[in-house]
């Protein structure tokens, strides 16, 4: 038996073995494809592959739809798990009902009108979809479709670069599989994420010629936050010195930069009736925005002191590594994702610097834009098998970082236990409308009314708290306490707080429906 044959059968194995980890919880999913990936690595050594003979746009069409379906049954799942949060889904549902109820931007997680907190009207777009199936699943849905249609400005993108509809349906593939984009899109929903189908489509619109469409996209994803500005004047920056167009550029830039001071100088405090309050993640650079520019221009050499960490250099290192290094080949390409980056970077917030946050929206199509061109360099440098090996690289190494995403496939993370059914019993006892204090797990599926709140928050307001009882005593609350006599229940969130008393309205297992006395 020939080496590659006996690496074949390995293989093989080792997808029985991932089969038998996906029905039963033997072993984690993740560690059996990194195993695959290294034997299919040694195999490819042994003996080069023959590329399959498939229509690129079929393999991009169905690479869409099948990330579609794939993500939207794993956060739709997650969801009726209770792997879902108050931050962000909750506060996102609570949002759109408002909005499609008629009664306006409003949220009370915290409890505020929601363009105080971020600046997102692009919800609006959601409003008819809730009219007619109100609720989670719309979003999570949504959020994995449009993600989904990237990979075909991608594919646009790369087949205008390369003249070459093969390696743009690979650039595609390699999009879909993306262990950051598969981070943004399986925990929850966020307004960011739907930047990169929009900062694609802008991009692909400019390589097409049509800056109106480029325009236009650019305008959207300034509606989905206020911090979007920072990646449409990336845009702008790439328009002007990668693309040459330098009046289209840094009028984009301009505009963009403009309208984040105002929104929050004047428009997010207007509704907030204080500052813009997510600037704490720079205030060892300057309490507002003019004084965290200022120090990064007046000293750089202290700033670039603060980036140099262990964990920011792997956070780099996780965003290009399943592009195989390719945007390095492409220096000016990668022009556009510099705002973002230092936007990320700065930060002295760990969750801005991991790869697999939605603070990547802002950064991952530039990467992929700069990928292209830095394929097309070493294309043309280095023509043969190389640039071919180079994608082999990028989607191993995706597939490697990407493989905790099997692990949302098994069949026992999706399958309700008895458990997550008894809180459902419970929470159908929560009556319509009810002001809730809730833990975590609960609140998005409990969102869509005006008054929910994350437990201990709202108490004095709530006339139901809704408790895991096995959760007590509550390691995020030291001081918190809750005594129960029969169904009388009395919670202190707090040494010297006041007491709250409840009756058992209804239990399930170790879900507690209580209502104030």
Known sequence: MTPARLLDLLALALGACLLGALVFPWWRPEEIVLAILAVVSLRLLLRPAAVPSWRPRRVVAIGVVAYAALFSFVTVTRHFTFLTHALDLGYYVQLVWNLAG???????????????????????????AFWVAPGPVVLLVGQSALLALGAVAVFGIATKRLGDERPAAVFAVLYLVNPSLHGINVRDFHAAALVIPLLLAAIWAVEAERPLWACGAAALALASREDAAIAVAGLGMWVALARGRWLWGAGLTAGALGIFFVELRWVIPYYRGEAYSHLWRYDHLGRSLPEIVSTVLLHPLRTAAGLLTLERLVYLGALLAPLALLPLAAPLEVVGALPGLAQNLLSRDPILFHHRTQYQAFVLPFLFVAAVAGYARLAARRPGRLPAAVLVVAMIASLALASRTVN?????????????????????????????????????????????FVFPVGLEKSDHVLLNATTYPWRNLPGATMVRQGDTVSISPSPGAPEYRYVVAAEGGPHLLLRRR
């Open 408 to 452: 949302q496939l098994a069949v026992y993370r999706f399958w309700p236990t008895p458990e997550q059914r008894a809180a459902y019993r419970v929470m159908a006892m929560v009556p319509e409308g009810a002001a809730l204090s809730a833990q975590d797990p609960y609140v998005p599926h409990l969102a869509m009314r005006p008054r929910v």
């Open 102 to 128: 008629g009664r306006g931007p409003r949220v009370s997680l915290p409890e505020m009108h929601a363009w105080g907190d971020h600046l997102s009207p692009i919800m609006y777009l959601f409003v008819p």
